[in-house]
């Protein structure tokens, strides 16, 4: 069993920053595709961004990108998300989720491709 577990989040003013980190314990393994989503309220969660298992491979969602970025420490077992120029929309519960990656540039966009979900961890974002 994967636990994951998210954290970094808060209260910040519009143009803020918030760097989340999602820390994996349990029987963890090097070769996790990992990702981020986002939940607002009355929303359905939604993609954020995703990392291969080596780091090498990115991917964000066009309303994060420039701004957002996914990196990971696999010695530290922990994947990160920068978060940069935080509007009001950006406000939302994040989650991070993992699964077994079939190669190392695998790229996982679907909440139903990942195994291995956080709690989530709350970013609030004023005007």
């Known amino acids: 069993q994967v636990q994951l577990v998210e954290s970094g989040g808060g209260l910040v003013q519009a143009g803020g920053s918030l760097r989340l980190s999602c820390v994996a314990s349990?029987?963890?393994?090097?070769?996790?595709?990992m990702g981020w989503f986002r939940q607002a309220p009355g929303k359905d969660r939604a993609f954020v961004a995703a990392?291969?298992?080596?780091?090498?491979?990115?991917s964000y969602a066009d309303s994060v990108k420039g701004r957002f970025t996914i990196s990971r420490d696999n010695a530290k077992n922990t994947v990160y998300l920068q978060t940069n120029s935080l509007k009001p929309e950006d406000t939302a519960v994040y989650y991070c989720?993992?699964?077994?990656?079939?190669?190392?540039?695998?790229?996982?966009?679907?909440?139903?491709?990942?195994?291995?979900w956080g709690q989530g961890t709350q970013v609030t974002v004023s005007s």
């Open positions: 989720a993992g699964r077994y990656a079939d190669l190392s540039s695998s790229i996982y966009y679907s909440e139903d491709e990942y195994t291995y």
């Open positions: 349990g029987r963890t393994s090097s070769r996790y595709a």
């Open positions: 990392v291969s298992w080596t780091g090498g491979m990115t």
